[in-house]
């Protein structure tokens, strides 16, 4: 089977933008960072209760590769066909292999000198409308995908989002605006569980200090592997790590 019929199978579409919630006109940056948000949810490590998320991550990976080849992109940017025997797709390679090396560490200083740039920020309150125009208007998908978003956050993102609407921005979704109280008590009472299952990790694991509170919000619901992310690290990778060429070669699969 196809990249294109693997894609339509696994994420319910055959458009290679689409998985990745970009446009066609999406920059070479955009499109790694989509690819690093995407990929993380779906990343065998993360996601241990889907049973397909290791075939997912490493379709992920051959999209990505497509993508980001001017050649292979121009031709199904024009045809809306990819090229199956292509050196990127007919060689075997270990696509998590692939990911660390596009995708190296940053420290814990570098995440926490973001978030004090990023919040308040001219560049937040594009990700927040353009996450907005996403999920038109679903709080519960716009909270879970903001970088650097607790639920103390939540009545900020809604103010930059009321703001758009009323500046004639954005397009009013009902989802938002007719947000029942229901739904907002439930997605309070989840945040304060993941927050009572948080502290309960950080007294299993003897964290007490400011960055083991980070270290042990990094690691959470996360396997016992070296290299581990969670969602606010991962969008800080997408953003602001060095892209790595990877290296050319058959590799054996993962």
């Known amino acids: 089977m196809g990249l294109l019929e693997r894609c339509h199978e696994l994420f ?24 690093y948000k995407v990929s993380l949810k779906v990343h065998p490590d993360r996601a241990p209760e889907d049973p397909l998320a290791t075939e997912k991550f490493q379709v992920l990976g051959k999209l990505y590769a497509v993508l980001s080849d001017k050649e292979q992109r121009a031709v199904y940017d024009e045809q809306g066909l990819v090229d199956e025997e292509s050196d990127v797709l007919s060689q075997d390679h270990c696509w998590e292999d692939y990911w660390r090396l596009l995708f190296p560490k940053i420290t814990v200083k570098d995440i926490l000198e973001f978030e004090t740039k990023y919040k308040g920020s001219e560049e937040e309150r594009k990700d927040v409308i353009q996450l ?57 009472k989840r945040a304060a569980k993941e927050e009572e299952e948080a502290e309960e990790m950080k007294k299993e694991m003897g964290l007490g200090g400011e960055d083991d509170s980070l270290v042990m919000m990094l690691k959470k619901k996360q ?29 054996g699969k993962k």
Do not use: W
Request: hydrophobic content about 25%; proline content about 3%; glycine content about 4%.
């Open 12 to 35: 319910k579409t055959s458009n290679l933008y689409e998985v990745l919630a970009v446009n066609k006109e999406a920059t070479e940056a955009e499109i790694r960072r989509s690819y």
């Open 132 to 188: 907005y125009v996403q999920h038109q208007g679903n709080m519960d998908a716009i909270t879970a995908s903001t970088m650097c978003c607790s639920q103390e956050d939540e009545p900020r993102l809604c103010s930059i989002i009321q703001a758009a609407i009323q500046g004639g921005e954005v397009t009013s979704f009902p989802a938002f605006t007719q947000e029942t109280d229901e739904k907002k008590r439930a997605r309070r």
């Open 223 to 251: 396997k016992s592997r070296e290299q581990n992310f969670n969602s606010f690290l991962s969008d800080m990778e997408a953003k602001y790590c060095k892209k790595s060429e990877p290296k050319k070669g058959k590799r």
